[in-house]
Each structure stands twice: as C-alpha cells, then as structure tokens.
C-alpha cells in the first residue's frame, strides 16, 4: 500500500518539541506514532483511551502547573520523574 496521504495539524512548538524527544527515546518517529494512534481508533472505532471532564482535584492540578507551582520537580528525565512519584 502506498503511503502518500498527508496529515497537518498546529501545535504549540514547546509541545512538538516535547513529543518528539519523548518518541526520539521510545524509537518512534512521529509519522510512526500517528501511525500506531490512527491504527487503534480505525480497531476501536474510537479514540483509544477515556476522555472525560476531569475532576476538581485534577483541575487544582493542572491550574498549579500552569502558574509554574510543582510539588516535586523540576525533572530531568522521566526516570527522575518516576522515581520521585514512586517515593510518594
């Protein structure tokens, strides 16, 4: 099957970026990643995980984020991350 179909989406830059080095890590790419995404809602017939409204501990959460308040980081790598998770 020839592959020729185009896929083009905007995105904050700081997300890509971030995306990329994670699939870089993992041995994606990201045509490969939108691959394997695309694959699972075609098998789903939907999107493949739970979207729902988040919840007022998850919204306090995010809020926090967003104004720069973390609780454990910054991190440096995600192992950094889950081992200070896993410490909790």
Not at 77 to 87: G, Q
Request: hydrophobic letters at 40%; zero cysteines; charged letters at 30%.
């Amino acid at each position: 099957m020839t592959k020729s179909a185009i896929v083009q989406a905007r995105l904050e830059p700081a997300l890509k970026a971030e995306v990329e080095r994670v699939l870089r890590e993992i041995g994606l790419s990201t045509t490969e990643a939108i691959t394997i995404f695309f694959n699972r809602i075609r098998l789903e017939q939907g999107i493949p995980f739970e979207l729902k409204i988040p919840n007022s501990e998850t919204r306090k959460v995010f809020q926090d984020t967003d104004a720069g308040k973390n609780l454990h980081g910054p991190f440096n790598s995600h192992t950094e991350m889950m081992a200070a998770l896993e410490d909790d």
